[in-house]
């Protein structure tokens, strides 16, 4: 690195993220990022990764993000390019999963001229930012990069967003050089807890649920957090659901059989409506996905909710507490046992039977679309060790774009797609990426030719599914071939019909290394 | 249509869309959108087209409201599923083409408790957005659906966005019936105009160029305008241009031959600097597409400027009153000639050419990516009459969806999609839809495995392509096979990599009905 080039505003943020542990850089860069693309050139600490669309560098980002606890940075091209990566960022937003996105801009002094890119960043970031900030000078550039990722940690993780524009990436830096700043996440005060108070309301619950939420090591669904839990339902005497959508959840050998609470909201509230105490670790107070006649959204009044601690919270260690001063026995083997499967064709319940049986242990499963992803849940409580990525926020098109992050996270896990044909075509740009980088990645695309999720929705409370609405949720004229779709990627493919073949098939992509597709014919 | 479904919000609301002249939906719905597609069962008027994405649906509608003066609605869910259309809004917004989007949004009684799709769908339309609204009851529906329309007719063309909550889709209306308003655009008071004016600083100036800008019948580069202005320039002595992204151009035979405004800051400047007046006719002040060092923003000072008409004016009049007023002679013939051909390796030039050769009278041209958009435009004068629709806000990923939109809109004309790889990624989803409804396009990829764009702008002033450059602007590692891609998508797709094979297979496109895709091996 010549000092010609350290001294330039965009070595200088480079310089400043890399100094605050940012690594990775998802990038699909345009003309105003061009001086961010020379300066990756001569900056060896980080790693840049392509993506043909963005919303695979904000999903992949936010699959990193929730692995490893700490920020990637995307790089985006100014609102447009931005605003093909918003999807993905809501979904980082309701993961509480830290990120920096740089987006580039025009120069600063051609913004009044309103060339055909010029657009209203900031109106279009806000939404899924906690943090946006607009680089205003070239020395501005490391100090604002240092503050970016300090920002995407704070509030247990969100997203930064730093707008630069192209002349303060070109110029050269007259201010102070960069400090170093240490990466911990910023610190906030947590919630209060009283322990002996927590413990006497449970005592004298009569029907106590535990709702765990997802997030790191130390959130409801670590593998703290879950044991202790089961400590306290065996003690009592009550049940435990992980929240419908967790953003990462430890599952698997070891630990307790707890279920995710149910999508529609009869059978949450069936799970929930017998409770006189809901234990919130980690999660949010339960409430109805979409608002349905008839059903209040909260699925839970406040005066039966008990805040244990907040997202991003130690979880783990406080319901430690409670299980030591309540006395909970230790831990019991969980009683779950794999699922049994016959051959045949392919349904939902055999593909998450065949999946539990086979997984690889420490493999990350990011799953998306409710065909599999339920039955996987359900049937995963015996499989070996694994961490279960499921989409927060509802944008689809996340199941691929986190899988890529998960597995530049973790290049030594194996990592599974469980994904459904409706929701991933939204990012299938994808696989190109994955095969680029080969990636240790197993996609299992469940087709069924339909957008299922809206017929059920559509049919509910036993309605019709009319001429043009059952075509207007279709894909089935023509049918997608996904292992030519594949393979036009670069990604090995191939079609299933069986529970025997699947078996097969996924046999094979465990014992090698590199991304396949596997079509699973419903 | 029963009594009772007339009565819902949704079923008004298409009603009076269909009253106020939209006919045609592309839609991407999800669970807040499912009362607007229980009402499309019911209402004839509207036709719905679905796209796999989001960016699909709102390029389409760009395309069709090019083509027709007319809005399409979209139809989307919530913020994330509008944020992945924002990209082809904001080509539309620079393109001036009237759409009205439709976003479900949760139940207005559900907003409150910040479920997991719940975001900030104002701040995300704004950008995009010349007019947003929300619903705020069931009775609000027809009306806001009329003047949504209005709107989208209005400063010559923009995006409308109405927002409508699940509960006020489903709820009967109680208010009056929807009162038919005439489709007529709402019309605004039009620019000064002082013929005489004109004429005596035209006949005065030395050295003329007129700059035509795009649109409809009569924007300055329909029809009549560009023959008034080739009267023009033989009478003046001046030379005109079109601007360098026109969002619809007439070309070809019994045209003159105005070539596009040269997109780089130099030639742009070689071909403004000379002239002592610059005649905008529907054409904004041309301004650098991007800031460059050493080069004003603005390409030509205002005291130069004569603003004949602003853009969604009637150029064309204006002109023809010039033309007739200076005594301008009638047209002569344009001597264009189509340029030759040799069979061999395809290079841009080649491809351009036999393209011009080829290309049946009335066809529409989607052309996005420089490889060969330049040279098509230049190649094309003496082509049979023709349409070119141009990326007018430089968000990437609208080639594809316009030719779609064009398509739906102009079902008895050849489309075109003349597409660069590295672009045609961020909407690849449109194939399907193009299958789904055997649409008439031939898509054209100029495959040269790189975003060519990026590398001409890293080359600049003779620059080297550093080694993580060169790999973060490849798409080479693997080669996108674009045949297989399409038959994925049950598109026909064939691979040519010379000029003789490339006119034989689009003679047989031209010949037949239905979507095509051709690989050019560049």
Known sequence: MTDTHQARGADALLASLVDNGVCVCFANPGTTE??????????????GFIGLQENVCTGAADGYGRMTGKPACTLLHLGPGFANGIANLHNARRARTPIVNLVGDHTSWHLPFDAPLTSDIESLATPVSGWVHRITSVADAAPAARAAVRAS????????TLIVPADFQYGLSTGAPTTRVASAPARQAGSAFDLAACARRLEAAGNIVFLLGGGGDASGLGVRAQQATARLCAALGARAYAETFPSRAERGQGLPDFDRLPYFPEPARAALDPADVVVLAGALPPVTYFGYEG????????DRLLALSAPGEDAASRLEQLADHLQAPALAASGATLPAWDDGAL???????????????????SVEGGTCGYPFYAASAAARPHTTLTNTGGAIGQGLPVAMGAAVACPDRKVVALVSDGSTQYTIQTLWSMAHEALDIVVLVAANHQYAILRNELRRGN?????KAAAMTSLDKPRIDWVTLAQAYGVPGSRVGTTRELQSRLQQAFAQRGPRLIEMAL
Chains 1, 2 share one sequence.
Do not use: K
């Not at 061009?34 to 790693?47: S, T």
């Not at 059903?295 to 406040?302: F, G, K, T």
């Not at 349904?347 to 499963?365: K, M, N, R, S, Y």
């Open 153 to 160: 940690l704070a509030r247990g993780g969100q997203g930064a």
């Open 34 to 47: 061009l001086d961010l693309v020379r300066a990756l050139e001569r900056q060896d600490g980080m790693r």
């Open 347 to 365: 349904t939902p319940p055999g593909i998450a039977a065949v999946l539990a049986h086979e997984l690889p242990a420490q493999a990350i499963v």
């Open 295 to 302: 059903h209040a959204s909260a699925l839970v009044e406040a």
């Open 463 to 467: 309605a019709t599914l009319g001429e």
